[in-house]
């Protein structure tokens, strides 16, 4: 079956047209004009981003983005409460698509009682409510995805938010460069017989686990599985270098493909500490004498911010295209829904 007719039978909701048009997310967040109200920057000690899936996502990554620019503590927190230490010095940033996942909504009411500074990242809803009752900042989102195909908007937009608040310097060069980068992928991934296409094919009938670098590539990473979950409809497994060499090596002694067929994926960089790079090399040759199929995923591109980028979004359309192989709509998310429904009984 050829591209088109699988994303016609498979794809209702036309994720294909959203992931192709990814770069357009970059241009939205590049020219949204927003206000920050009642915002002290120069008292900031330190930052929480809250949210979860998508949104907190975007914290991850920004993590790994700005490895060795921050000079503020940042922390990404998926919980209902923040940590004990937030207070009046501390900005929370509580980022939801949809403006109500109830773990949000429950810390940004926790950062108004202990007066934090407060950013909201959404489209709307309970969150956006709760900014004009309160006059807290609110960067608007724009309308009409589905959360976890709104990384670049919801990523750029964090550090839109950044370089206005003076934490971080976002370059206009650096902006158009990721436009361009997404805008060419996107075409080159949305052919037949792409390279994405073909590592999807590739993983068929397989359970991905992804190994990758703690703060360089824990984010594309992490990404990835979650992709894989929501948009495969499969189970995938996700660990970072150097901590699995002290743990999670050994299970691979006694690995067994008549109990799960696994595949391997090192999401390398350039730019990793030359034990880590030892480290990947030989856990690889371990793995392959173990019997285990390894892919070395990595990019080529001129900066490491722009390889993170190209990583993030490759991996994408290998999630999608895979849901698609295996005759399934990569928008339903029927457990996530039920779960919903469930916890508001």
């Known amino acids: 079956m050829i591209l088109s ?3 016609k039978k498979y794809d209702p909701e036309n994720q294909f047209d959203v992931l192709r048009n990814s770069y357009q997310q970059i241009e939205y967040a590049r020219d949204n004009k927003f206000d920050l109200i009642g915002i002290n920057e120069k008292s900031i000690k330190n930052i929480i981003i809250s949210g979860l899936g998508g949104s907190a996502i975007s914290g991850d990554l920004l993590l790994n983005f700005l490895n060795e ?30 403006g109500n996942t109830e773990e949000t909504i429950s810390v940004l009411q926790e950062a108004l009682k202990k007066k934090c500074q407060i950013i909201c990242i959404t489209t709307g809803g309970k969150v956006e409510e709760i900014a004009k009752v309160n006059k807290l900042s609110v960067v608007r989102l724009q309308k009409g995805f589905q959360p976890r195909y709104t990384l670049g908007m919801s ?10 608040l003076k934490v971080i310097k976002l370059d206009a060069q650096f902006l158009e460069a990721s436009i361009t980068l997404w805008k060419e992928k996107g075409a080159a991934f949305s052919s037949d017989n792409n390279d994405a296409f073909l590592f999807a094919e590739s993983l068929v009938g397989f359970i991905p686990i992804i190994y990758s670098c703690a703060d360089l590539t824990s984010a594309v990473g992490n990404r990835f599985k979650c992709q894989l979950n929501e948009n495969s ?3 995938a497994f996700h660990n970072i270098f150097p901590e699995l060499n002290h743990n999670e090596i050994i299970g691979w ?4 493909d008549r109990i799960a067929k696994l595949k391997v994926m090192l999401i390398e960089e350039q730019c990793m500490h030359p034990q880590i790079k030892k480290r990947f090399s030989i856990t690889k040759e371990l ?3 173990a019997g285990v199929e390894v892919v070395s995923v990595k990019s080529d ?10 990583l993030i979004y490759l991996l994408d359309w290998v999630s999608y295209y895979l849901a698609l192989l295996r005759k399934h709509d990569p928008s339903e998310i029927e457990y996530i829904h039920l779960l919903k429904k469930k916890l508001a009984e």
């Open 155 to 164: 990523f750029f937009s964090l550090l839109a938010v950044l370089a206005q």
């Open 233 to 235: 409809k499969v189970h």
């Open 69 to 98: 620019q921050l000079s503020l503590p940042v922390q990404v927190n998926r919980n209902y409460l923040l940590p004990k230490y937030a207070d009046e010095e501390t900005l929370i940033v509580a980022s939801s698509y949809s």
């Open 5 to 7: 007719e699988l994303v």
């Open 253 to 256: 002694e006694t690995n067994d």
């Open 301 to 310: 591109e001129r900066s490491f911010q722009l390889r993170l980028l190209d």
């Open 287 to 289: 793995l392959v004498k």
